[in-house]
């Protein structure tokens, strides 16, 4: 189902387990700041909703989306770190270079993932327009970053 057919601050709260002593990377692209900032927000703020410590909650920039791989890796390599939130936005634009990027990203995050044997979870959004980027980072679509932060936490109930 598409974000334009659903709420992604929306979710199924089944079976979600204990957060309280769970420690989060939050590798956050600065590119397109005021969407990443506002994804961030949601999912810090959706992870505070479910138990976890502020404290307990890191936040990591970098350049770009593309960079997201890399800090991703070197936050998923720590022990202390229980699962990543990568948070960018890649809009279409003039060229193709979303394809690239995006592309690149969920490989690289899957890869992550794998090797460390922990969630890595992708909260990249990869609209056509800015106003759609709009409408996923808090505005008529909900926010990807709290699906992303829920999806964080349900996927530590696997382990």
Known sequence: MSSAHKNLSVYNTDDIID?????????VAEW??????????????????HGAQKENILKIDVPGSYELSYGSQVYAAKEEIDAVIA????????TK???????????????????????VIFGVLTP???????????GIHGNKGD??????????GLK
């Open 19 to 27: 957060i309280s002593n769970k420690k989060f990377a939050v590798v």
């Open 32 to 49: 397109n700041e005021e969407i990443t900032g506002a994804l961030y927000q949601g999912v810090f703020n959706t992870l505070l909703k």
């Open 87 to 94: 948070i960018g936005c890649v809009i279409q634009g003039e």
């Open 97 to 119: 270079h979303n394809d690239y990027i995006n592309n690149a990203v969920a490989q690289g995050l899957t890869s992550v993932s794998l090797k460390y044997n922990k969630p």
């Open 128 to 138: 056509n327009t800015h106003q759609q980027a709009v409408d996923r980072a808090g």
């Open 147 to 156: 699906e992303a932060a829920i999806t964080a936490v349900k996927m530590l």
